[in-house]
DNA sequence: GTGCGAATATATACCCAGTGCAGAAAAAGT
DNA sequence: ACTTTTTCTGCACTGGGTATATATTCGCAC
Protein backbone atom coordinates (compact mmCIF):
# COMPACT_ATOMS: atom_id res chain seq x y z
CA UNK A 1 0.00 0.00 0.00
CA UNK A 2 3.21 1.96 0.77
CA UNK A 3 3.67 1.71 -3.35
CA UNK A 4 7.29 2.67 -3.10
CA UNK A 5 8.29 4.59 -5.61
CA UNK A 6 10.93 3.15 -7.16
CA UNK A 7 14.43 5.08 -7.36
CA UNK A 8 13.22 5.54 -11.27
CA UNK A 9 10.30 7.47 -10.66
CA UNK A 10 12.21 9.40 -7.48
CA UNK A 11 14.71 10.66 -10.31
CA UNK A 12 12.13 11.74 -13.05
CA UNK A 13 10.43 13.97 -9.87
CA UNK A 14 13.45 15.51 -8.90
CA UNK A 15 14.84 16.00 -12.41
CA UNK A 16 11.49 17.40 -13.07
CA UNK A 17 11.78 19.69 -10.13
CA UNK A 18 15.40 20.98 -11.06
CA UNK A 19 14.47 22.27 -14.49
CA UNK A 20 11.06 24.21 -12.97
CA UNK A 21 13.61 25.49 -10.57
CA UNK A 22 16.55 26.19 -12.69
CA UNK A 23 13.96 28.16 -15.38
CA UNK A 24 12.20 29.97 -12.80
CA UNK A 25 15.06 31.42 -11.16
CA UNK A 26 16.57 32.16 -14.44
CA UNK A 27 13.61 33.51 -15.94
CA UNK A 28 12.57 35.62 -12.74
CA UNK A 29 16.33 36.94 -12.18
CA UNK A 30 16.84 37.73 -16.22
CA UNK A 31 13.56 37.94 -17.85
CA UNK A 32 11.67 34.92 -20.01
CA UNK A 33 12.88 36.12 -22.92
CA UNK A 34 16.37 36.84 -22.58
CA UNK A 35 16.84 33.31 -21.20
CA UNK A 36 17.02 30.14 -23.65
CA UNK A 37 16.24 26.97 -22.81
CA UNK A 38 19.81 25.64 -23.49
CA UNK A 39 20.71 27.90 -20.84
CA UNK A 40 18.16 26.64 -17.55
CA UNK A 41 19.22 23.14 -19.31
CA UNK A 42 23.00 23.68 -18.72
CA UNK A 43 21.83 25.12 -15.34
CA UNK A 44 19.85 21.89 -14.61
CA UNK A 45 22.50 19.96 -15.89
CA UNK A 46 20.63 18.14 -18.00
CA UNK A 47 20.54 17.87 -22.10
CA UNK A 48 18.59 20.53 -23.91
CA UNK A 49 16.74 17.30 -25.35
CA UNK A 50 15.91 15.76 -22.02
CA UNK A 51 14.20 19.32 -21.43
CA UNK A 52 12.11 19.25 -24.08
CA UNK A 53 10.98 15.42 -22.94
CA UNK A 54 10.03 16.70 -19.43
CA UNK A 55 8.27 19.90 -20.90
CA UNK A 56 6.88 19.83 -24.11
CA UNK A 57 7.85 23.74 -24.94
CA UNK A 58 9.25 26.85 -22.99
CA UNK A 59 6.05 27.88 -21.54
CA UNK A 60 5.32 24.91 -19.93
CA UNK A 61 8.27 25.78 -18.10
CA UNK A 62 6.19 28.26 -16.27
CA UNK A 63 2.06 27.70 -17.09
CA UNK A 64 2.47 23.83 -15.71
CA UNK A 65 2.49 25.89 -12.03
CA UNK A 66 -1.49 27.00 -13.17
CA UNK A 67 -1.98 24.14 -14.55
CA UNK A 68 -4.01 22.50 -11.39
CA UNK A 69 -6.95 24.97 -11.45
CA UNK A 70 -8.21 24.51 -14.59
CA UNK A 71 -11.44 22.27 -12.97
CA UNK A 72 -11.79 24.19 -9.76
CA UNK A 73 -14.84 25.90 -11.08
CA UNK A 74 -16.80 23.01 -12.28
CA UNK A 75 -15.88 21.33 -8.98
CA UNK A 76 -17.09 24.19 -6.80
CA UNK A 77 -20.43 23.84 -9.13
CA UNK A 78 -20.50 19.94 -8.53
CA UNK A 79 -19.95 19.79 -5.03
CA UNK A 80 -22.58 22.76 -3.74
CA UNK A 81 -25.37 22.28 -1.23
CA UNK A 82 -28.32 21.31 -2.88
CA UNK A 83 -29.92 24.52 -1.75
CA UNK A 84 -27.25 26.78 -3.01
CA UNK A 85 -27.10 28.46 -6.87
CA UNK A 86 -23.71 28.26 -9.06
CA UNK A 87 -23.44 31.53 -8.96
CA UNK A 88 -23.43 31.82 -4.94
CA UNK A 89 -21.30 28.66 -4.41
CA UNK A 90 -18.91 30.34 -6.64
CA UNK A 91 -18.85 33.63 -5.31
CA UNK A 92 -18.60 31.89 -1.43
CA UNK A 93 -15.48 30.27 -2.87
CA UNK A 94 -14.03 33.02 -4.44
CA UNK A 95 -14.49 35.20 -1.40
CA UNK A 96 -12.92 32.46 0.67
CA UNK A 97 -10.01 32.05 -1.82
CA UNK A 98 -9.22 36.24 -1.58
CA UNK A 99 -9.46 35.72 2.46
CA UNK A 100 -7.27 32.91 1.87
CA UNK A 101 -4.66 34.81 0.13
CA UNK A 102 -4.89 32.23 -2.57
CA UNK A 103 -2.88 32.58 -5.38
CA UNK A 104 -5.14 31.98 -7.81
CA UNK A 105 -7.15 35.31 -7.14
CA UNK A 106 -3.46 37.43 -7.31
CA UNK A 107 -3.78 38.24 -3.76
CA UNK A 108 -0.56 36.98 -2.87
CA UNK A 109 2.62 38.83 -2.14
CA UNK A 110 4.68 36.34 -1.40
CA UNK A 111 7.68 38.20 -3.99
CA UNK A 112 8.09 35.35 -6.03
CA UNK A 113 4.41 34.74 -6.65
CA UNK A 114 4.28 38.49 -7.58
CA UNK A 115 7.25 38.56 -10.34
CA UNK A 116 5.70 35.22 -11.50
CA UNK A 117 2.70 36.64 -12.18
CA UNK A 118 4.34 39.84 -13.41
CA UNK A 119 5.94 38.04 -15.98
CA UNK A 120 3.06 35.96 -17.41
CA UNK A 121 0.72 39.39 -17.94
CA UNK A 122 4.03 40.33 -19.20
CA UNK A 123 5.10 38.18 -21.65
CA UNK A 124 2.76 37.77 -24.48
CA UNK A 125 3.17 34.11 -24.87
CA UNK A 126 3.23 32.86 -21.94
CA UNK A 127 -0.61 35.17 -21.61
CA UNK A 128 -1.94 33.52 -24.59
CA UNK A 129 -0.78 29.95 -22.89
CA UNK A 130 -3.11 30.95 -19.88
CA UNK A 131 -5.60 31.72 -22.09
CA UNK A 132 -5.63 27.99 -23.12
CA UNK A 133 -5.87 27.19 -19.65
CA UNK A 134 -9.16 29.80 -19.51
CA UNK A 135 -10.82 27.68 -22.78
CA UNK A 136 -10.19 24.05 -20.59
CA UNK A 137 -11.47 25.53 -17.49
CA UNK A 138 -14.57 27.04 -19.37
CA UNK A 139 -15.46 23.78 -20.51
CA UNK A 140 -15.29 21.48 -17.57
CA UNK A 141 -17.50 24.24 -15.32
CA UNK A 142 -20.23 24.47 -18.57
CA UNK A 143 -20.32 20.93 -18.00
CA UNK A 144 -20.93 20.53 -14.48
CA UNK A 145 -23.53 23.62 -15.04
CA UNK A 146 -25.08 21.36 -17.69
CA UNK A 147 -25.25 18.14 -15.14
CA UNK A 148 -25.91 19.74 -11.75
CA UNK A 149 -27.74 23.11 -12.28
CA UNK A 150 -30.02 21.19 -15.25
CA UNK A 151 -28.91 23.78 -17.85
CA UNK A 152 -29.43 23.45 -21.75
CA UNK A 153 -26.15 23.68 -23.81
CA UNK A 154 -26.43 27.02 -24.56
CA UNK A 155 -27.00 28.59 -21.30
CA UNK A 156 -24.30 26.70 -19.92
CA UNK A 157 -21.86 27.76 -22.03
CA UNK A 158 -22.45 31.30 -22.34
CA UNK A 159 -22.70 31.40 -18.20
CA UNK A 160 -19.46 29.59 -18.10
CA UNK A 161 -17.55 32.04 -20.50
CA UNK A 162 -18.91 35.22 -18.80
CA UNK A 163 -18.11 33.82 -15.14
CA UNK A 164 -14.50 32.45 -16.43
CA UNK A 165 -13.96 36.21 -17.84
CA UNK A 166 -14.99 37.79 -15.10
CA UNK A 167 -13.06 35.46 -12.45
CA UNK A 168 -9.83 36.35 -14.84
CA UNK A 169 -10.62 40.02 -14.80
CA UNK A 170 -10.66 40.14 -11.14
CA UNK A 171 -7.61 37.81 -10.61
CA UNK A 172 -5.28 40.16 -13.38
CA UNK A 173 -6.56 43.32 -11.32
CA UNK A 174 -5.38 42.06 -8.66
CA UNK A 175 -1.84 40.59 -9.79
CA UNK A 176 -1.43 43.84 -11.19
CA UNK A 177 -1.86 46.09 -7.67
CA UNK A 178 0.10 43.37 -6.27
CA UNK A 179 2.65 44.21 -9.17
CA UNK A 180 2.73 47.92 -8.52
CA UNK A 181 3.40 47.62 -5.07
CA UNK A 182 0.41 47.44 -3.18
CA UNK A 183 0.50 44.88 -0.49
CA UNK A 184 -2.18 41.90 0.06
CA UNK A 185 -3.77 43.42 3.07
CA UNK A 186 -3.97 47.17 1.64
CA UNK A 187 -5.54 45.74 -1.77
CA UNK A 188 -8.19 42.96 0.48
CA UNK A 189 -10.99 45.61 1.57
CA UNK A 190 -10.81 46.51 -2.37
CA UNK A 191 -10.28 43.30 -3.85
CA UNK A 192 -13.36 42.24 -1.52
CA UNK A 193 -15.41 45.01 -3.01
CA UNK A 194 -14.39 44.30 -6.39
CA UNK A 195 -15.50 40.62 -6.53
CA UNK A 196 -19.41 41.39 -4.81
CA UNK A 197 -19.88 44.32 -7.26
CA UNK A 198 -19.20 42.18 -10.04
CA UNK A 199 -21.10 39.26 -8.85
CA UNK A 200 -23.57 41.49 -8.62
CA UNK A 201 -23.24 42.45 -12.39
CA UNK A 202 -23.12 38.29 -13.30
CA UNK A 203 -26.23 37.86 -10.77
CA UNK A 204 -28.45 40.90 -12.13
CA UNK A 205 -27.39 41.10 -15.31
CA UNK A 206 -26.31 44.08 -17.90
CA UNK A 207 -29.27 45.15 -18.91
CA UNK A 208 -30.19 48.28 -16.82
CA UNK A 209 -26.66 49.67 -17.61
CA UNK A 210 -26.43 52.80 -19.14
CA UNK A 211 -30.23 53.60 -19.61
CA UNK A 212 -30.67 56.92 -20.26
CA UNK A 213 -30.96 59.12 -17.37
CA UNK A 214 -34.45 59.26 -16.00
CA UNK A 215 -34.74 62.90 -14.52
CA UNK B 1 -7.18 66.37 -53.78
CA UNK B 2 -6.80 63.28 -56.34
CA UNK B 3 -3.84 62.69 -53.96
CA UNK B 4 -2.03 60.28 -56.46
CA UNK B 5 -0.54 57.29 -54.58
CA UNK B 6 2.61 57.36 -56.80
CA UNK B 7 3.86 53.99 -58.02
CA UNK B 8 6.19 52.78 -55.08
CA UNK B 9 2.51 52.78 -53.10
CA UNK B 10 0.89 51.06 -55.83
CA UNK B 11 3.67 48.44 -55.87
CA UNK B 12 3.68 48.27 -51.81
CA UNK B 13 -0.46 47.31 -51.87
CA UNK B 14 0.18 44.92 -54.65
CA UNK B 15 3.03 43.16 -53.31
CA UNK B 16 1.15 43.27 -50.12
CA UNK B 17 -2.09 41.43 -51.52
CA UNK B 18 0.05 38.98 -53.70
CA UNK B 19 1.70 37.66 -50.58
CA UNK B 20 -1.61 37.47 -48.74
CA UNK B 21 -2.99 35.05 -51.44
CA UNK B 22 -0.45 33.04 -51.83
CA UNK B 23 -0.51 32.41 -48.53
CA UNK B 24 -4.07 31.82 -47.51
CA UNK B 25 -4.12 29.88 -51.01
CA UNK B 26 -1.04 27.38 -49.37
CA UNK B 27 -2.54 27.92 -46.18
CA UNK B 28 -5.81 25.95 -47.38
CA UNK B 29 -4.60 23.69 -49.63
CA UNK B 30 -1.98 22.24 -47.68
CA UNK B 31 -2.59 23.18 -44.37
CA UNK B 32 -1.01 25.90 -42.17
CA UNK B 33 1.65 23.90 -40.59
CA UNK B 34 2.62 22.27 -43.37
CA UNK B 35 3.62 25.31 -44.98
CA UNK B 36 6.76 27.48 -44.55
CA UNK B 37 7.17 31.18 -44.76
CA UNK B 38 10.42 30.36 -47.45
CA UNK B 39 7.80 28.39 -49.57
CA UNK B 40 4.83 31.25 -49.35
CA UNK B 41 7.59 33.79 -50.29
CA UNK B 42 8.60 31.67 -52.98
CA UNK B 43 5.12 31.01 -54.50
CA UNK B 44 4.99 35.37 -54.10
CA UNK B 45 7.84 35.91 -55.51
CA UNK B 46 9.29 37.62 -52.92
CA UNK B 47 12.24 36.91 -50.75
CA UNK B 48 11.61 35.61 -47.34
CA UNK B 49 13.32 38.85 -45.96
CA UNK B 50 10.84 41.11 -47.58
CA UNK B 51 7.66 39.17 -46.84
CA UNK B 52 8.84 39.67 -42.51
CA UNK B 53 8.87 43.15 -43.91
CA UNK B 54 5.36 43.52 -45.17
CA UNK B 55 3.93 41.03 -42.20
CA UNK B 56 5.82 40.47 -39.15
CA UNK B 57 5.01 37.08 -38.23
CA UNK B 58 3.94 33.88 -40.16
CA UNK B 59 0.30 34.11 -38.03
CA UNK B 60 -0.22 37.58 -39.71
CA UNK B 61 -0.52 36.17 -43.06
CA UNK B 62 -3.65 34.98 -41.98
CA UNK B 63 -4.88 37.08 -38.58
CA UNK B 64 -4.60 40.27 -40.28
CA UNK B 65 -8.11 39.80 -42.28
CA UNK B 66 -9.53 40.02 -39.35
CA UNK B 67 -8.23 42.83 -37.91
CA UNK B 68 -10.72 45.92 -38.61
CA UNK B 69 -13.32 44.30 -36.46
CA UNK B 70 -11.80 45.05 -33.39
CA UNK B 71 -13.54 47.95 -32.40
CA UNK B 72 -16.24 47.55 -34.01
CA UNK B 73 -18.69 46.23 -30.57
CA UNK B 74 -17.25 50.00 -29.05
CA UNK B 75 -18.13 51.76 -32.08
CA UNK B 76 -21.41 50.29 -31.57
CA UNK B 77 -21.81 51.50 -28.66
CA UNK B 78 -20.67 55.16 -28.77
CA UNK B 79 -23.05 55.88 -32.09
CA UNK B 80 -26.37 54.27 -30.44
CA UNK B 81 -29.65 56.44 -30.42
CA UNK B 82 -29.84 58.33 -27.13
CA UNK B 83 -32.98 56.32 -25.59
CA UNK B 84 -30.48 53.01 -26.29
CA UNK B 85 -29.26 50.76 -23.89
CA UNK B 86 -25.57 49.85 -24.81
CA UNK B 87 -26.75 45.87 -24.54
CA UNK B 88 -29.95 46.76 -26.98
CA UNK B 89 -28.07 48.72 -29.60
CA UNK B 90 -25.12 45.53 -29.80
CA UNK B 91 -27.99 43.34 -29.81
CA UNK B 92 -29.63 44.88 -32.80
CA UNK B 93 -26.03 44.83 -34.25
CA UNK B 94 -25.49 41.54 -33.98
CA UNK B 95 -28.70 40.37 -35.41
CA UNK B 96 -28.47 42.86 -38.52
CA UNK B 97 -24.84 41.37 -38.83
CA UNK B 98 -26.33 37.46 -38.91
CA UNK B 99 -29.43 38.86 -41.15
CA UNK B 100 -26.42 40.24 -43.80
CA UNK B 101 -24.23 36.87 -43.38
CA UNK B 102 -21.73 39.12 -42.12
CA UNK B 103 -18.44 36.80 -41.68
CA UNK B 104 -17.71 38.21 -38.36
CA UNK B 105 -20.57 36.39 -37.31
CA UNK B 106 -19.48 33.04 -38.21
CA UNK B 107 -22.47 32.82 -40.36
CA UNK B 108 -21.24 32.68 -44.05
CA UNK B 109 -20.98 29.57 -45.47
CA UNK B 110 -18.77 30.94 -48.59
CA UNK B 111 -16.31 28.09 -49.14
CA UNK B 112 -12.94 29.61 -48.25
CA UNK B 113 -14.38 32.14 -46.06
CA UNK B 114 -15.67 28.37 -44.06
CA UNK B 115 -12.18 26.51 -44.89
CA UNK B 116 -10.46 30.04 -43.52
CA UNK B 117 -12.37 29.90 -40.18
CA UNK B 118 -11.99 25.83 -39.66
CA UNK B 119 -8.31 26.69 -40.23
CA UNK B 120 -8.35 29.37 -37.41
CA UNK B 121 -9.71 27.42 -35.13
CA UNK B 122 -8.03 24.24 -35.68
CA UNK B 123 -4.79 25.89 -35.18
CA UNK B 124 -3.41 26.89 -31.97
CA UNK B 125 -0.99 29.45 -32.70
CA UNK B 126 -4.01 31.25 -34.85
CA UNK B 127 -6.31 30.63 -32.13
CA UNK B 128 -4.30 32.39 -29.60
CA UNK B 129 -3.46 35.50 -32.01
CA UNK B 130 -7.39 35.95 -32.31
CA UNK B 131 -7.69 35.62 -28.34
CA UNK B 132 -5.21 38.89 -28.95
CA UNK B 133 -8.00 40.50 -30.76
CA UNK B 134 -10.41 40.34 -28.13
CA UNK B 135 -8.37 41.56 -25.89
CA UNK B 136 -8.41 44.40 -27.54
CA UNK B 137 -11.82 44.87 -28.44
CA UNK B 138 -12.60 44.09 -24.72
CA UNK B 139 -10.30 47.21 -24.10
CA UNK B 140 -12.23 49.57 -26.64
CA UNK B 141 -15.33 48.39 -25.51
CA UNK B 142 -14.79 48.83 -21.96
CA UNK B 143 -13.57 52.91 -23.05
CA UNK B 144 -16.96 53.02 -24.68
CA UNK B 145 -19.14 51.99 -21.88
CA UNK B 146 -16.93 54.56 -19.59
CA UNK B 147 -17.42 57.44 -21.97
CA UNK B 148 -20.80 56.75 -23.29
CA UNK B 149 -23.17 55.03 -20.68
CA UNK B 150 -21.03 56.28 -17.26
CA UNK B 151 -20.33 53.32 -15.96
CA UNK B 152 -17.02 53.57 -13.98
CA UNK B 153 -14.22 51.60 -14.50
CA UNK B 154 -15.16 48.17 -13.10
CA UNK B 155 -18.53 47.88 -14.27
CA UNK B 156 -17.27 48.99 -17.72
CA UNK B 157 -14.53 46.25 -17.76
CA UNK B 158 -16.89 43.29 -16.31
CA UNK B 159 -19.58 44.15 -18.87
CA UNK B 160 -17.44 44.21 -22.07
CA UNK B 161 -15.17 41.14 -21.01
CA UNK B 162 -18.79 39.35 -20.37
CA UNK B 163 -19.95 40.65 -23.95
CA UNK B 164 -17.37 39.73 -25.98
CA UNK B 165 -17.20 36.88 -24.45
CA UNK B 166 -20.51 35.72 -25.44
CA UNK B 167 -20.01 37.27 -28.65
CA UNK B 168 -17.20 35.37 -29.74
CA UNK B 169 -18.98 32.12 -28.45
CA UNK B 170 -22.10 32.40 -30.71
CA UNK B 171 -19.68 33.26 -33.50
CA UNK B 172 -16.98 30.41 -32.85
CA UNK B 173 -20.64 27.81 -32.55
CA UNK B 174 -21.99 29.16 -35.82
CA UNK B 175 -18.49 28.84 -37.73
CA UNK B 176 -18.29 25.50 -36.73
CA UNK B 177 -21.72 24.45 -37.38
CA UNK B 178 -21.06 25.64 -40.79
CA UNK B 179 -17.49 23.74 -41.19
CA UNK B 180 -19.51 20.61 -40.04
CA UNK B 181 -21.53 21.24 -42.95
CA UNK B 182 -24.44 23.43 -42.61
CA UNK B 183 -25.45 25.97 -44.67
CA UNK B 184 -25.88 29.67 -43.58
CA UNK B 185 -29.35 29.51 -44.21
CA UNK B 186 -30.28 26.72 -42.31
CA UNK B 187 -28.17 27.80 -39.41
CA UNK B 188 -29.69 31.15 -39.58
CA UNK B 189 -32.95 30.62 -37.50
CA UNK B 190 -31.05 29.08 -34.85
CA UNK B 191 -28.53 31.68 -35.01
CA UNK B 192 -31.26 33.94 -34.44
CA UNK B 193 -32.89 32.48 -31.15
CA UNK B 194 -29.28 31.55 -29.65
CA UNK B 195 -28.62 35.17 -30.00
CA UNK B 196 -31.58 35.92 -28.08
CA UNK B 197 -31.29 33.94 -25.58
CA UNK B 198 -27.59 34.93 -25.27
CA UNK B 199 -28.28 38.47 -24.91
CA UNK B 200 -31.41 37.88 -22.43
CA UNK B 201 -29.10 36.04 -20.45
CA UNK B 202 -26.39 38.82 -20.20
CA UNK B 203 -29.28 41.30 -19.57
CA UNK B 204 -31.35 39.45 -16.69
CA UNK B 205 -28.33 37.48 -15.63
CA UNK B 206 -27.17 34.39 -13.77
CA UNK B 207 -28.65 34.63 -10.57
CA UNK B 208 -31.73 32.42 -11.14
CA UNK B 209 -29.84 29.67 -13.31
CA UNK B 210 -29.35 26.37 -11.05
CA UNK B 211 -31.88 27.56 -8.05
CA UNK B 212 -33.40 24.73 -6.19
CA UNK B 213 -36.73 23.32 -7.56
CA UNK B 214 -39.40 25.55 -6.00
CA UNK B 215 -42.34 22.86 -6.05
C1' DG C 1 25.92 -9.99 -8.04
C1' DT C 2 25.38 -10.93 -13.12
C1' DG C 3 22.99 -10.17 -17.11
C1' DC C 4 19.26 -8.84 -19.93
C1' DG C 5 15.30 -5.92 -21.58
C1' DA C 6 13.08 -1.54 -21.10
C1' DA C 7 13.15 3.06 -20.12
C1' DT C 8 15.63 7.27 -20.16
C1' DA C 9 19.56 10.45 -21.41
C1' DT C 10 22.66 12.27 -24.58
C1' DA C 11 25.11 14.04 -28.89
C1' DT C 12 24.51 15.35 -33.29
C1' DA C 13 22.36 17.01 -36.89
C1' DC C 14 18.45 18.80 -38.64
C1' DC C 15 14.02 22.26 -39.78
C1' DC C 16 11.78 26.52 -39.28
C1' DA C 17 10.55 31.33 -37.53
C1' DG C 18 12.40 35.60 -36.94
C1' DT C 19 16.34 39.39 -36.98
C1' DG C 20 20.58 42.23 -38.17
C1' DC C 21 23.30 43.92 -41.59
C1' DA C 22 25.44 45.28 -45.88
C1' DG C 23 24.82 46.03 -50.40
C1' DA C 24 22.00 45.86 -54.83
C1' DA C 25 17.99 47.60 -57.16
C1' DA C 26 14.64 50.89 -58.04
C1' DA C 27 11.72 54.83 -57.48
C1' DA C 28 11.62 59.97 -56.59
C1' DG C 29 13.38 64.48 -56.82
C1' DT C 30 16.61 67.73 -59.20
C1' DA D 1 21.92 62.12 -66.21
C1' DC D 2 22.87 62.35 -61.13
C1' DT D 3 21.79 62.01 -56.35
C1' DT D 4 18.92 60.77 -52.54
C1' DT D 5 15.93 57.79 -50.34
C1' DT D 6 13.31 53.84 -49.95
C1' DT D 7 12.78 49.16 -50.67
C1' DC D 8 14.44 44.51 -51.76
C1' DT D 9 17.64 40.85 -51.34
C1' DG D 10 21.22 37.48 -49.76
C1' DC D 11 23.64 35.84 -46.01
C1' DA D 12 24.59 34.72 -41.64
C1' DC D 13 22.96 34.05 -37.02
C1' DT D 14 19.91 33.08 -32.75
C1' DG D 15 16.63 30.25 -30.62
C1' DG D 16 12.70 26.87 -30.27
C1' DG D 17 11.56 22.32 -31.34
C1' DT D 18 12.29 17.46 -33.46
C1' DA D 19 14.44 12.98 -35.49
C1' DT D 20 17.63 9.51 -35.01
C1' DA D 21 20.96 6.71 -33.38
C1' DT D 22 23.80 5.61 -29.42
C1' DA D 23 24.96 5.39 -24.63
C1' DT D 24 23.35 5.03 -19.65
C1' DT D 25 20.75 3.64 -16.16
C1' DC D 26 17.19 1.19 -13.70
C1' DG D 27 14.32 -2.94 -12.74
C1' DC D 28 14.08 -7.46 -12.49
C1' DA D 29 15.12 -12.20 -12.88
C1' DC D 30 18.07 -15.84 -11.91
Redesign the interface.
Known amino acids: MTNEPGLRERKKQRTHAAISEAAIELFLRHGYDQVSVAQVAEAAEVSRRTLFAYFPAKEDLVVHRFADHEAESARVVESRA??V???EALRVHYLDALARRDPATGLNDIPAIVALYRMVFET?SLA??M??FQAAAEEALAGA?RE????DE??A???A??????H??LTI?NAMRLAAGESADERYPGAVS?TE??YA????????????DSR
Open positions: ADTPLSARHRLTAGLLSRMAVQIQAVWTDDRALLANGLGHLGAP
